[in-house]
């Protein structure tokens, strides 16, 4: 059977608007990440439902904005609410080519003033049946907040994945003191994609000058061939993070 690759962006889109919250820029994220054309899109800070914004800018769209994003490129695709306020909702989403054939939203909130979610999903690959777990997080900003969704998805992944059964964990870790490792790497058994193969995370945030290493790609049963930093133009000046996008072997 030939080799099937896996190419993978994870990207917090910051509701769709500029770093500076000036632009509604999610017809611009819509085009660039259709000339990137992952397979996968693990997308953290996504309006699932926004009844103020529609108002005030003359290209707010009608739909869902991870059905906006989607259209006509990724058919399937899910959604898993992480921050609901009087306005509406925002959290994570995945967008696929291959087909979704189970997913949950597992809420890792520790405090009522920022939510927070594990998006859980199981694709199929149809040439080969293959199922590959992929999970989408967006952590908290508290260093005590962070360790105990580390230590939910620790537990989720032991208890609802199997070791022989290909995982990606993708997002916005927030993890700036770089404490992610020390629970994924012991606890699961994963490997961090810029981290393997060079030698450090990416750093993605800001934006316009990124100095943080806030995003990462997990990966474990997987053989990974590329990975890359998407800075500079148009990037830099969309959201306040920049994507990371990697590619991986079947």
């Known amino acids: 059977m030939t080799d099937i ?20 820029i ?36 009608n ?6 994003l989607a ?12 921050a609901i306020y009087n306005s509406g909702h925002h959290g994570n989403a995945i967008l696929s080519k291959y087909p979704i054939i189970e997913w949950d939203n597992i809420n890792v909130s520790m405090l009522r ?9 199981v694709i199929s690959i149809p040439e ?14 508290f260093g005590h907040e962070r360790k105990r969704q580390l230590s939910a998805l620790v537990k ?28 994924l790497h012991r606890d699961l058994g994963v490997n961090e994609v810029f981290k393997i193969t060079r030698g450090a995370y990416a750093r993605t945030f800001p934006a316009w000058m990124p100095v943080l290493s ?14 890359n930093r998407l800075h500079g133009q148009p990037w830099h000046r969309l959201s306040d993070h920049i994507p990371l996008l990697a590619e991986f072997k079947l």
């Open 5 to 24: 690759s896996l190419k993978v962006l994870t990207y917090n889109i910051h509701k769709g608007f500029s770093a500076t919250n000036l632009r509604f």
């Open 26 to 61: 999610l017809h611009e994220i819509k085009n660039f990440l259709r000339h990137i054309d992952a397979d996968i899109v693990f997308l953290q800070e996504v309006h699932g439902e926004r009844r103020i914004s529609n108002q005030r800018f003359d290209n707010w769209h």
């Open 63 to 68: 739909t869902q904005q991870f059905e906006f």
């Open 71 to 82: 259209d006509q490129v990724w058919h399937h695709y899910a959604y898993g609410k992480n």
């Open 113 to 121: 003033s920022a939510s927070r979610s594990l998006l859980h999903g």
């Open 128 to 141: 080969s049946g293959q199922r590959i777990h992929i999970i989408c997080i967006h952590f908290g900003l």
């Open 156 to 183: 989720r992944i032991s208890t609802h994945v199997s070791t022989s059964e290909p995982l990606i964990i993708a997002g916005d870790f927030n993890d700036w003191r770089e404490q992610a490792e020390h629970y």
């Open 214 to 227: 806030m995003d990462r790609i997990y990966y474990r049963g997987l053989d990974i061939i590329d990975c």
